[in-house]
């Protein structure tokens, strides 16, 4: 059992740089896949980065060069930096925290999110 809390959402201007913490309660925390996906109005969720119970990280296209996710373990907290933020960026940032078994997704945790808006 996993709760997510995150916090850090805000309006910026294109260009800005905004950062996100998600500080999650549990006493498994290091095992497991930790990410951020965002879903903006009308669209579907969207994974945007993630990073593995051993600290590889993996970002989607879109935001590669711009964001940085990273972790740690010692404080039960996942990070997003984002940097160069577009209009395309704006919607909720959701936490996700994902057990895997034999490398196969089991289940899934998630947070109430955090609006993040891109707007000039």
């Not at 896949?33 to 593995?52: C, D, F, H, N």
Request: charged content about 15%; aromatic content about 10%; overall charge positive.
């Amino acid at each position: 059992q996993v709760q997510l809390v995150e916090s850090g959402g805000g309006l910026v201007q294109p260009g800005g740089s905004l950062r996100l913490t998600c500080a999650a309660s549990g006493t498994f925390f290091s095992i497991y896949t930790m990410g951020w996906y965002r879903q903006a109005p009308g669209k579907q969720r969207e994974l945007v980065a993630a990073v593995s119970s051993g600290g590889r990280p993996n970002y989607a296209d879109s935001v590669t060069g711009r964001f940085t996710i990273a972790r740690d373990n010692a404080k039960n907290t996942v990070y997003l930096k984002m940097n160069s933020l577009k209009f395309e960026d704006t919607g909720v940032y959701y936490c996700n925290a994902r057990v895997l078994r034999n490398a196969v997704a089991q289940h899934d945790y998630w947070g109430q999110g955090s609006q993040v808006t891109v707007s000039s």
